[in-house]
């Protein structure tokens, strides 16, 4: 049988997707994969808190806070090392900057006016310094 005046319907899909949606195979189908999905969902959830990695990832940010802390040391100690350094005093004669040798603290019956001598030397002319420190 031929039809001479038969034009494609317009709405035909959206009229086959209406229908695939009220039939009791898609709902099942869509119910299905919906529920799939809340499983994943819900088993990755359960991945992230077990309670063995918690455990672990605690222990992890204890130690990375402990070795916070052992670098804020280390630093504060460089601070006061290069602070040291760029401190201190220049030799008399060649301009070299003197090193440390020692504090020596003076008995007040020995030495009314100063309580400390300090001793640098000069790695350059081998000079000698003396630095007394006035008794208050
Ligand atoms: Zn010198």
Known sequence: MVYEDDPEPARYYDWMLWKLRKSEKWKEAVKYSKDRKKEEHIKKQSAYANPIQIDAFEKDIQELTKEKYTLYGKVQK???????????????????????GADHDLEDDSCEEYDMVTNLSCPQCEAFVEVYNKRT
């Not at 006061?80 to 900057?97: A, R």
């Open 78 to 100: 460089l601070v006061d090392e290069l602070n040291e350094c760029q401190k201190g005093m220049n030799c008399w004669h060649c301009d070299t900057k003197l090193i440390w």
